[in-house]
């Protein structure tokens, strides 16, 4: 009997070879007997179900360096289309485009402590995948090869993400909710006063240009105010069926009572046949009424809005998602790259009375429905808001 090298316990057999080792030990690489071969098959199969079918990336390879086995969600992971004479081939070819994961499965034979848990970057696609290193071993306890799990974390690291925004909001949107309360009844005050005043001075047309000034100012101060209360206030949705069309027919008549909309024409095709999404109604409204304000203001006056939706399907880490897709285009004069990077920052605004919060909010709204939202825009070229809603809301059934 040879020397195992590690004072461990020896495996029985290789994968698919179980049973007891008591008395056999002389017939380990025995040829299996007609009946033994059939179950051995059987179970060499199962395995080969296991791996493949198993929800996280499995990936071994070699001593040498060669890939000794791969599944599907590997495959989909490192967005690698599957060949036939991949097993045998070298892991650095198959994935060069992934030269991270390259490095930590050249470690892997010298690392002393194999990570149990650890994460890195994908850099051609962002992804960020969580990994577990082993050895493989062979009956003599002898390192043959290494094998990689690993798990697609983007999404479980967008969602951190947004919780870690959501505590920093809080802490400052209380802060901003207590000053604005605080600033709002002054001002309230400033503008009735004025109004009063503007009354008694009917005779006096300087001051009753002044007046009015002071009136106008104060009520854009209200509702800036009122912009900054609606965004640090915690969206707690009220969730039912809301039909896209309604929230964008509602939106178009609450946004002429926000900005001039003159001459521009809007198109609305929003198919009959979209499914409604579990939303809140007064919210994306809301969420439209700014995207329309916006539009309106970088319009001047002209030109046509095209609102357009269509149904979709959006991946979900490990399931597909029913969602819809609502596109707002505009014909005003575009952003460049830039300015298009900054745009739902709060408080970010090219305009001399504008409070910056209205796509803060739209993204507010968004991400509570547990959306997406991007835009497409050059100089020139107008603007086009892609908002992206899953029908239904996260704590219902998909
Ligand atoms: N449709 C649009 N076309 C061009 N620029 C836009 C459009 N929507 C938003 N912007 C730019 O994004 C900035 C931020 O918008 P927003 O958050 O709504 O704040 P505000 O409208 O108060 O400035 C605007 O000041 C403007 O520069
Ligand atoms: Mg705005």
Redesign the pocket.
């Known amino acids: 009997m040879t020397k195992s090298r590690r004072p461990r316990p020896r495996p029985s057999g290789r994968a698919g070879k179980r049973g007891s080792d008591d008395g056999r030990r002389g017939r380990a690489s025995a040829p299996p007997r007609a009946g033994g071969r059939a179950r051995h098959a059987r179970d060499e199969a199962f395995f080969r179900y296991l791996v493949t079918g198993m929800r996280n990336g499995v990936l071994a390879f070699t001593r040498d360096g060669r890939l000794a086995l791969i599944n599907d969600e590997a495959y989909r992971i490192f967005d690698a289309a599957p060949r036939r004479d991949d097993l045998g081939r070298p892991v650095a070819k198959l994935l060069q485009q992934h030269p991270e994961v390259v490095r930590v499965l050249n470690s892997a034979f010298d690392v002393h402590l194999l990570p149990n848990r650890a994460e890195l970057r994908l850099r051609p696609s962002g992804k960020v995948i969580g990994y577990t290193l082993g050895l493989v071993r062979d009956d003599a306890g002898e390192v043959i090869g290494a094998a990689m799990f690993f798990k697609d974390l983007t999404r479980v690291e967008q969602l951190e993400e947004r919780e870690r925004l959501r505590d920093r909001l809080a802490a400052v949107g209380e802060m901003a909710a207590a000053i604005a309360h605080e600033v709002k009844n002054p001002l309230a005050g400033i503008e009735v006063m004025a109004g009063l005043l503007r009354r008694k001075t009917a005779d006096a047309p300087d001051v009753q240009t002044v007046l009015t000034d002071i009136i106008t100012e104060a009520k854009m101060a209200n509702a800036i105010v009122q ?1 900054v209360l609606e965004f640090v206030r915690p969206i707690r949705l009220q969730v039912e069926r809301t039909a896209v069309r309604e929230a964008v027919q509602s939106a178009i008549q609450l946004a002429d009572t926000k900005a001039q909309r003159g001459g521009v024409t809007i198109d609305v095709r929003v198919p009959a046949s979209l499914p409604p999404v579990h939303g809140d109604r007064y919210q994306l409204t809301q969420l439209f009424t ?2 329309l ?3 309106y ?3 001047d006056g002209s030109g046509r809005i095209t609102i357009s939706a269509a149904g979709r399907s959006i991946d979900d880490g490990d399931d597909r998602r029913a969602a819809v897709l609502v596109e ?1 285009a ?1 014909q ?4 460049s790259a830039e ?2 990077e ?10 001399s ?10 993204r507010k709204i968004v991400d509570a429905h547990d959306g997406s939202i991007d ?1 497409q ?1 050059a100089p020139g070229h ?2 086009t ?1 892609r908002v992206t809603l899953p029908v239904t809301a996260l704590d219902e059934g998909r």
Request: hydrophobic share 45%.
């Open positions: 912009e700014n995207l304000t916006n539009a203001e970088a319009m707002v505009d005003g004069p575009g952003m300015l298009a900054r745009v739902f920052k709060p408080f970010f605004t090219t305009k009375h504008g409070s910056g919060l209205g796509l803060a909010i739209v835009l825009t107008g603007t808001i």
